[in-house]
């Protein structure tokens, strides 16, 4: 069910009812209060009303229960789903002020930014402290190992990228809160941390706001012209028709606005290729966009391996971790298929860790003596959007996706994917 596994911890019971059939009834007031929360979760079904209207009146009756953290948290992230904003901000600020330490970044995002729906000065003050909150939290992750299969340049793109999003927030709250001046600086900081559409729009925002049309015009140009794939098609017609109204205003008509956008797409191109030159000082992957673009390291620190002198091969590359039980089951069937195809010439296999951490993966590879082929994912996963442990990619030979096998099937692992490598081999 949809909404229920918004609460996992709550649902125990229910699960278990579900399994046992009728028992006897609860013997404890805390046993009552537990069946009666699975039973209206249960029966909400996939309704997100019926969902929060069943929490609701649960705490109705039980308001003092143990579990009001759990179901106001529940409650808050329905409310994000469903978009209702009034329960956004009940149940968001409860769950927040609640635990100060909570990094829960889309709450604290969405609270901040339908507190910040009006131009209200009241609101505002509150929305600054939870962007500031937000900022502090997305910059601890800085110094965290790189997650979800990023590389290290991918994961600080991703921080810059939130980091840049907080302090639009800040930006505006401190502007609706009476301080344009200090509002447009808060805004270029944002810009300059990553410049994503946002962020241009809201120094854009705040140069209107003081008289500064001309520099307004510009950034409403890149905020329209900025690859951004958080941008919609609404937020780019509001830019454009801004960016006209603007232009217009201060020249009397639109004519010329064409050259000002083009020269604002090529003001992006260079920005974004002078900030790949810089993360690739760390990252040789850093705005990689193509398989064939990436370099993969040995992990016995020998050197690395280009995805493109791989091309004209078929490749299999098995996506595992160190903690996963079917990889280990998995990688001697894969060794018996390598096997069959060590004549051909053409068939190359890489075994890629998938682990966040990689403090135990030689000493792992060692004791399974997998001496072969061993490299990190360096941000390979993320490209391929690798969700689950163990994943089998095979490549063509010109260097495309021709099969994905997500999971483990002991019985038929080693014919289908010899199969899918010899349809490989063919492209």
């Known amino acids: 069910m949809r909404f229920s596994a918004l609460v996992p911890a709550l649902l125990a019971a229910s699960v278990w009812a579900q399994e046992s059939g009728p028992a006897e009834a609860p013997r ?93 000065p009241e609101p505002a003050r509150k929305a600054l402290a939870y962007a500031n909150r937000y900022e502090v939290q997305v910059e601890a992750m800085r110094n965290r190992a790189a997650e979800g299969h990023m590389s290290e340049g991918q994961w600080g793109e991703e921080v810059d990228k939130g980091r840049a999003r907080a302090l639009v927030l800040e930006a505006r709250a401190t502007g609706n809160t009476g301080k344009p001046e200090e509002a447009l600086k808060v805004a270029k900081t944002g810009w300059e941390t990553y410049p994503g559409a946002e962020a241009a729009r809201e120094v854009a925002r705040w140069l209107g706001k003081l008289g500064r049309d001309a520099e307004a015009i510009e950034f409403y140009a890149d905020a329209f012209t900025i690859e951004d794939g958080r941008a919609t ?51 040789p992957n850093a705005g990689a966009t193509d398989l064939l673009d990436f370099t993969i390291p040995n992990v016995n620190g020998t050197g690395s391996l280009s995805l493109a002198s791989l091309k004209g091969k078929a490749v299999v590359m098995d996506f595992w971790a160190t903690w996963c039980g079917p990889c280990r089951v998995q990688h001697p069937m894969i060794e018996s298929v390598k096997k069959q195809f060590e004549k051909s010439g053409n068939v190359v296999f890489l075994s890629i860790d998938s682990d966040d951490d990689h403090a135990a993966v030689q000493a792992f590879v060692k004791e399974m003596k997998w001496d072969h082929n061993v490299y990190y994912d360096a941000g390979l996963g993320a ?45």
């Not at 960016?243 to 797409?265: F, I, M, P, Q, W």
């Open 28 to 120: 404890s007031p805390a046993e009552q209060e537990q069946a009666e929360l699975s039973r209206a979760v249960g029966e909400a079904g996939t309704s997100g009303v019926d969902f929060t209207r069943a929490l609701e009146r649960f705490l109705e009756k039980y308001p003092k229960t143990a579990q009001r953290a759990v179901i106001e948290k529940a409650l808050a992230k329905a409310a994000m789903e469903a978009n209702d904003h009034a329960r956004i901000l009940l149940y968001g600020e409860r769950v927040l002020q609640a635990d100060l330490k909570n990094d829960d970044l889309p709450l604290i995002d969405r609270v901040t930014r339908t507190l910040l729906d009006t131009d209200a």
């Open 233 to 283: 098609e609404a937020d780019r017609a509001r830019d454009r028709v801004r960016l006209g109204e603007l232009y217009s205003k201060l020249n009397g008509s639109d004519k010329g606005l064409g050259d000002t956008v083009l020269r604002a797409y090529d003001r992006m191109a260079a920005l974004k290729k002078d900030r790949v030159v810089r993360l690739r000082v760390k990252d």
């Open 383 to 427: 490209m391929l959007k690798i969700s689950s442990i163990p994943t089998i990619i095979v490549l063509d030979t010109s260097g495309k996706i021709s099969s994905r096998m997500a999971g483990f099937i002991p019985e038929r692992f080693e014919d289908m994917l010899a199969q899918r490598i010899r349809e490989a081999q063919q492209n």
